[in-house]
């Protein structure tokens, strides 16, 4: 496999998912392990978020990760370093969402009643995980519409 300028394929790029697959896989089993021993604020974080927000928003970030790889064939070394990180960085563009969701939900209702194992939580999260350039963009204009457009560094 070579990209079009004749680079060859970084393995690191392909071990990388995995590793993340297996964290993925792993973190359910700890926390059902270890449930009864470890203090609650370790085990839920974010006040009681489902961890399939982590873990969805992680499988977006690996999918536009290999959709890259396949279609567009990006993984010379301009890129090595997205696609390592592609998978965390969805997991936490997954836990942005949620956070984002649940606050307007908060804002919007009166009562807090709202399911939070929700699937739509987790489709929220594997949306933003996979359209990661999309939310970043978005959440820039939202940023300078409550703060302004500053020059400086990101202007």
Not at 13 to 32: G, S
Request: hydrophobic fraction near 50%; charge should be positive; glycine fraction near 8%.
């Amino acid at each position: 496999m070579a990209t079009p300028n004749n680079t060859k394929l970084n393995w690191a790029v392909l071990v990388w998912p995995f590793f993340y697959i297996v964290v993925l896989v792993a973190l359910p089993i700890f926390r059902n392990q270890f449930a009864g021993s470890l203090p609650h604020y370790i085990l839920y974080p974010f006040q009681g978020m489902p961890l399939s927000v982590l873990w969805f928003g992680t499988l977006g970030g690996l999918l536009v990760s290999l959709y890259s790889i396949i279609t567009k064939q990006e993984w010379s070394n301009p890129f090595s370093l997205w696609h390592m990180f592609s998978g965390m960085l969805g997991a936490l563009y997954g836990l942005i969402s949620y956070i984002l969701i649940v606050f307007l939900i908060n804002a919007v209702t009166i009562s807090n009643s709202f399911d939070r194992n929700s699937v739509a939580f987790d489709l929220f999260a594997l949306l933003f995980g996979f359209g990661q350039s999309t939310f970043q963009g978005m959440l820039k204009r939202f940023t300078r519409s409550i703060f302004g457009n500053r020059t400086g560094a990101d202007a």
